[in-house]
């Protein structure tokens, strides 16, 4: 349909795995797209999409330094003469990083603000650079990506859930401010997303792997037969930044198979009524 023909967009975290999905999904769509990310990968990724025929240019960036912010929206600009979609996506998810996110007594002051400074400043910078080149295009898109935690509280991930909720109050005040030139801008709120399988292991082995949190989880799921995948992020991407949405500000996207719509007593309802 080429949904994004000649727009730009510029992505962050655009090396892992839903980035690289976004990212993909909009060049198929006709974009031309600036990845970013910390990781040297992104050169990899970026020729191999380069290989199947998409536009997309890598730049190697720490998200939470200004000048690699302001830098890869002048390297969208010099590159391609204008900024239409700027997807704030980049976060500290490492299985690694994310099992230290515990509650308010467990987390220190340096976790904390490490945390704030990728997932939350970061959105902060982006669009700090961006909003004056697109509105130079003519308007923009900004898509800034959440998550349920912020949504309610929870036993653990209290950094991670807190830096969600900010770029939510975040999304709203820029979507105000900058209406007036055009810009709109929108969160992205993902569910349940397994990783994919590892290459060589059985179909839908990561779904065994990862039985119980993903059991618990979907069990809180209007749609509890099925799991998120990359696609349905990539794809609600996509919507917030082309003009299907150009009527579309200062929402939060849901992509979440129904976990935050519902009263939380719906597992052991369906417990009880054998649903």
Do not use: C
Not at 150 to 172: C, H, Q, R, V, W
Request: no cysteine; proline share 4%.
């Amino acid at each position: 349909m080429k949904r994004m023909q000649g727009k730009v967009a510029i992505t962050t975290g655009a090396a892992g795995v839903l980035g690289l999905a976004g990212v993909r999904a909009m060049a198929a769509e006709g974009a031309r797209v600036v990845m970013m990310d910390l990781s040297p990968t992104v050169h990899e990724r970026a020729k191999e999409l380069t290989e199947q025929g998409f536009d997309v240019t890598p730049y190697v960036g720490d998200v939470s330094v200004e000048k690699d912010m302001a830098g890869v929206v002048e390297l969208a600009k010099d590159t391609y003469g204008r900024l239409d979609v700027l997807w704030n996506n980049a976060g500290l998810v490492s299985a690694d990083w994310i099992l230290q996110d515990t509650d308010v007594l467990g987390i220190s002051r340096d976790y904390l603000m490490r945390t704030f400074e990728v997932d939350a400043v970061s959105v902060v910078l982006g669009s700090k650079y961006a909003i004056p080149v697109m509105t130079e295009s003519g308007g923009g898109s900004i898509i800034n990506s959440s998550s349920v935690e912020a949504a309610g509280g929870d036993l653990a991930l209290f950094a991670y859930g807190t830096s969600k909720a900010a770029i939510e109050y975040m999304t709203k005040s820029i979507a105000t401010s900058f209406g007036h030139l055009g810009i709109r801008s929108n969160a992205i709120a993902p569910g349940l997303i397994p990783p994919p399988a590892r290459p060589g292991a059985p179909a839908d082995s990561h779904r065994l792997e990862e039985a119980a949190p993903t059991n618990m989880v979907r069990d809180s799921q209007m749609l509890n037969t099925v799991v998120g995948d990359p696609a349905d992020v990539a794809s609600a991407v996509v919507f917030l930044a082309s003009d299907e949405s150009k009527f579309i500000t200062g929402q939060v996207l849901h992509v979440d198979g129904g976990v935050t719509g519902h009263l939380p007593t719906l597992s052991d309802r369906r417990k009880l009524t054998g649903a």
